[in-house]
């Protein structure tokens, strides 16, 4: 993008920006919840006489009804504007976390967390279309990154404020902090959203044609789809990094559970300050260009740890760790912008359902593939194996972002 266009793309008001913050601010909420209660998962067996697989229950029934929740949640952000969907996910939620907190039963516990997953499955769809909702399509990119920088945080720091909770106060108080955080955010949405739930006109724009003979509609579904298949593998790369890590940690290097729970933070810092500046980035050249450098950056540095040489903890993990959290900071906003720029703006809600059920999706999967690969003891070796894996998954988003995602360096294909 020339000097000249970048000086003439269209100003973003105050309050966009607030909007922005706030509707961040659910979504690392939500992002965090998952977190913050899978540390707490061997007292709460303890304490209920139940064993680490039935404990493991509690983050099943929450991402499966957060999951399933997504797509009504989507249509509804759609009908009915994401303001009121958003105070009603976060009403859902709160209630499912006061049932949490005051459970005396494994079977009352996990209801509950079947509650909180139906109210972070409204609440995530409208939280991601009110972030954006006051950005032009040329200025979209700038919000997603400091979005996407804020959801790999809440991701990597959740387990660190857990340990935290859990062993000052125990299991409870992971539940009891949750509820004046969700109470905080609503009332910020009371105070910052529009009450109307209306986004910011945009610049008047173009939808994306496609390939000749082909519909510009079909273009966009086809751009959505992809963007949820790269999501999806960002996370089940992210997420299963981070678990097979934390359990080498704990489990063969001799680490405590604060200590394994500190170590991502270099790649969640690095992954905020260089998904913050992606999101620019983006704004200027396009999507495909930084997802690709993103992907091939996660795939260098996991190819470095699969090899035998280097150890796996300690200062060695810091040059990968930097690498890997700059390759992520990367995929966050280039990812989102494709899907929200490739569909009208009366569809975001749906856009946005699709993606977070990807990054869901991928989650389960990365950490599945991070257990399997510990299925015959958690070793050097097996990680080495695990982190082989996530340079394969890397070179597929590559492939799946060289094939399908738009090209165009301007943010203002879609019609909105």
Do not use: K
């Amino acid at each position: 993008m020339s000097e000249e266009a970048v000086a003439q793309r269209p100003a973003v008001p105050r309050t966009a920006w607030v909007r922005l913050a706030v509707c961040t601010a659910i979504a690392a909420l939500l992002q965090a919840d998952g977190t913050i209660i899978a540390v707490a998962l061997p007292s709460v067996g303890t304490a209920f006489g139940v064993s680490a697989p039935t404990a493991s229950w509690l983050l099943t029934a929450y991402f499966a009804t957060y999951a399933i929740a997504l797509f009504p949640g989507g249509r509804l952000v759609d009908g009915f504007g994401y303001r009121r969907i958003a105070l009603a996910g976060l009403t859902v939620f709160c209630a499912g976390t006061l049932l949490g907190a005051l459970a005396d039963s494994f079977g009352l516990l996990t209801a509950s967390r079947v509650v909180q997953g139906a109210g972070a499955g409204l609440a995530s769809p409208a939280a991601f279309v009110g972030a954006v909702s006051g950005f032009p399509a040329e200025r979209r990119g700038t919000a997603l990154g400091l979005w996407g920088a804020s959801s790999g945080l809440s991701n990597l720091v959740g387990p660190l404020l857990g340990g935290v909770l859990t062993e000052a106060w125990g299991w409870r108080a992971n539940w009891w902090a949750l509820l004046p955080l969700t109470l905080l955010t609503a009332g910020a949405v009371l105070r910052w959203v529009p009450r109307s739930g209306a986004a910011a006109p945009d610049v008047p724009a173009t939808r994306p044609s496609g390939p000749p003979g082909r519909p510009a509609t079909a273009t966009a579904t086809a751009t959505v789809r992809a963007a949820a298949l790269v999501a999806a593998l960002t996370f089940a790369v992210m997420i299963g990094t981070f678990f097979a890590v934390e359990q080498y940690l704990q489990h063969a290097a001799g680490y405590g559970v604060l200590e394994a729970a500190t170590a991502p933070l270099v790649v969640a810092l690095c992954i905020g300050a260089v998904g913050a500046a992606g999101g620019r980035l983006v704004d200027r050249v396009g999507d495909r260009m930084p997802a690709l450098v993103g992907f091939l950056a996660c795939a260098v540095a996991f190819a470095v740890y699969a090899l035998p040489v280097p150890p796996l903890h300690g200062p060695a993990l810091l040059p990968g760790g930097l690498l890997l959290g700059a390759g992520l900071g990367l995929l966050f906003p280039s990812t989102s912008r494709a899907a929200l720029n490739a569909t009208p703006r009366s569809l975001h809600g749906r856009a946005s359902a699709q993606l977070s059920f990807g990054r869901l999706a991928g989650a389960a999967v990365g950490a599945a593939l991070a257990g399997l690969a510990f299925r015959d003891g958690v070793t050097a070796g097996h990680l080495h194996a695990a982190l082989a894996g996530g340079a394969v998954l890397s070179l597929g988003g590559a492939l799946v972002v060289a094939l399908r995602f738009p090209d165009a360096p301007e943010g203002n294909r879609s019609g909105h």
